[in-house]
């Protein structure tokens, strides 16, 4: 059974910083390109960022709204992907969703994406 867990979410002032975690099972995870989306209050879930599987090439993927603060990082020993985020901002309020497409290069559309987990709250007061 494929099941995809994020963990680290919380409440935080704008400034902090916080490690997000998924935890990846019953897929052969150094297979798979994983990312992490969101999906603010009333808006629709778009892509924050993305790791791909092979070395070739970039292996990661920023959306312009994150790039420099969000790191985004893959432990294939532990099936684990990572996502660091510094100076938070209150605009980064969201539940955070990972998730694994079976994919060359880093999609950036959900529907690519195979598997997802529930999604994490983040939540950044000012």
């Known amino acids: 059974q494929v099941q995809l867990v994020e963990s680290g979410g919380g409440l935080v002032q704008a400034g902090d910083s916080l490690k997000l975690a998924c935890a990846a099972s019953?897929?052969?995870?150094?297979?798979?390109?994983m990312g992490w989306f969101r999906q603010p209050p009333g808006k629709e879930r778009e892509f924050v960022a993305g790791?791909?599987?092979?070395?070739?090439?970039?292996?990661?993927y920023y959306s312009d709204s994150v790039k420099g603060r969000f790191t985004i990082s893959r432990d294939n020993a532990e099936n684990t992907m990572y996502l660091q985020i510094d100076s938070l901002k209150p605009e980064d309020t969201a539940v955070y969703y990972c998730?694994?497409?079976?994919?060359?290069?880093?999609?950036?559309?959900?529907?690519?994406?195979?598997?997802w987990g529930q999604g994490t709250q983040v939540t950044v007061s000012s």
């Open positions: 019953g897929i052969t995870f150094s297979r798979y390109t």
């Open positions: 998730a694994a497409a079976k994919r060359i290069g880093i999609p950036t559309v959900d529907y690519e994406y195979s598997y």
């Open positions: 790791i791909s599987w092979y070395s070739s090439g970039d292996s990661t």
